[in-house]
């Protein structure tokens, strides 16, 4: 209230100068015009500017601009409390990754304790219909070899078909020229899987035996024959059975127990 009626006041007071300046510049002699504008700028500019900071003083109007510059250097301050909270919430989810694949390993390390095994994590895919590959981070400095089996939580994964000092190359079992010898677990019968072109998560089985009878549902699991890979590993289950007028001919179709296209985390098999 205080401050309202003294800011009325010095209104009042700069009005009536500014109205005296105008009646007495409007009785000069305009030869004389130049003289009094340079009059003006000298004396009564400064004046004028005496009474609008008294003004704003008074109506507090500088308190705006103080506050502005308030507002920017906090502005200023938020961004940079900013910029650190986002790298510390980045720093934080490549922990969490870390995390889960740490948990990944030790659950593998748990289920095949009695395989001398490295953990490894998938780098690279290379899935086409007539390939399907994986690139791993471990190579010869960590003792991967050409042959050693790849697994996963779920099952069978494929095999070390080249090997760099610090990466390797995994022939999955669905490429098209992958030949796994495995078996029924129901029947122990003895069966060929091969992948397929179209490069899905399936298998087929074939040089099934004519008097064996395949069931939906049966576990296929490594057979052990051939080499490459260990007994008993989980392949997959039968979905299908294909007959043909040939019985030689028919095939069993297998979903794979990998999935492979949320396959991340794998294990090497050393012995």
Do not use: W
């Not at 397929?196 to 549902?217: M, N, P």
Request: glycine share 6%.
């Amino acid at each position: 209230m205080y401050k309202t009626k003294h800011a009325g006041v010095v209104a009042t007071v700069i009005t009536i100068i500014v109205l005296t300046l105008l009646v007495f510049l409007t009785n000069v002699n305009i030869k004389h015009l130049s003289y009094f504008q340079s009059l003006s700028t000298v004396i009564i500019k400064p004046v004028q500017n005496g009474f609008t900071y008294i003004k704003n003083k008074l109506t507090g109007n500088d308190a705006f601009f103080t506050d502005l510059d308030t507002l920017r250097t906090e502005n200023e301050e938020l961004k940079n409390k900013n910029g650190k909270l986002e790298e510390q919430l980045r720093e934080l989810e490549i922990i969490k990754a870390q995390n889960a694949s740490l948990q990944e390993y030790a659950v593998l390390k748990e289920k095949y304790s009695a395989y001398n095994s490295i953990p490894a994590d998938i780098i690279d895919r290379d899935v086409s219909n007539y390939s399907s590959q994986l690139v791993l981070n471990i190579g010869k400095k960590h003792g991967v070899d050409v042959g050693m089996t790849v697994i996963a939580e779920e099952g069978l994964v494929g095999h070390i078909v080249s090997v760099t000092n610090s990466s390797s190359t995994v022939q999955v079992i669905i490429d098209a020229s992958s030949s796994v010898s495995a078996m029924i677990t129901t029947s122990s019968e003895s069966i060929i899987c091969k992948g397929s072109v179209e490069g899905k998560s399936q298998l087929r089985a074939t040089y099934i035996d004519t008097s064996s009878e395949v069931l939906v549902g049966d576990t296929v699991v490594t057979s052990g024959i051939g080499g490459i890979y260990p007994k008993g590993i989980t392949i997959g289950t039968i979905s299908s059975v294909v007959n043909t007028n040939n019985l030689t001919d028919r095939y069993a179709v297998i979903d794979t127990a990998v999935d492979f296209s949320k396959l991340y985390t794998v294990l090497v098999i050393k012995n």
